[in-house]
């Protein structure tokens, strides 16, 4: 998000933003990038596919792991494909940022793989 040489518009800050937020429930605000494993990529996916629109605004006090288990087991309608697409695509790109930057060990990494 800092790279002086990329302009992004106000609307993909704001995805960036939410999904960082949810990344950082996730996987945990101290979690080091390069600790973030396949199986962690999968609980990621497995959560967010869940997730109903308007998650927190639904359920304030729970977290989106706990939200994830509640739609799931009361069939609620998930999030719109698109938007969980977003999510992928997000962590994909932190993910291979993150690869070129070599802070992570290989340059192949991306949620295609995970």
């Known amino acids: 998000m800092d790279d002086p040489a990329r302009s ?4 993909t800050v704001m995805t960036y933003i939410s999904v960082y937020n949810v990344l950082m ?7 080091l990038i390069s600790d ?9 996916m497995d959560v967010v596919r869940h997730l109903p629109a308007n ?4 359920f304030p006090r729970k977290s989106l792991v706990e939200i994830s288990t509640i739609a799931r ?7 719109a494909p ?5 999510y992928v695509n997000k962590l994909s790109a932190m993910l291979n ?3 070129e930057e070599e802070l992570l060990y290989s340059h192949s990494i991306s949620l295609n793989t995970c």
């Not at 698109?82 to 977003?86: A, F, Q, V, Y």
């Open 25 to 31: 429930e996730i996987f945990g605000k101290d979690r």
């Open 8 to 11: 992004r518009s106000k609307k």
């Open 55 to 58: 998650a927190k605004k639904r």
């Open 73 to 79: 087991e009361k069939k609620m309608t998930s999030m």
């Open 36 to 44: 973030i494993s396949r199986d962690d990529c999968r609980q990621f």
């Open 82 to 86: 698109l938007t969980i697409n977003k």
């Open 97 to 99: 940022w993150a690869a």
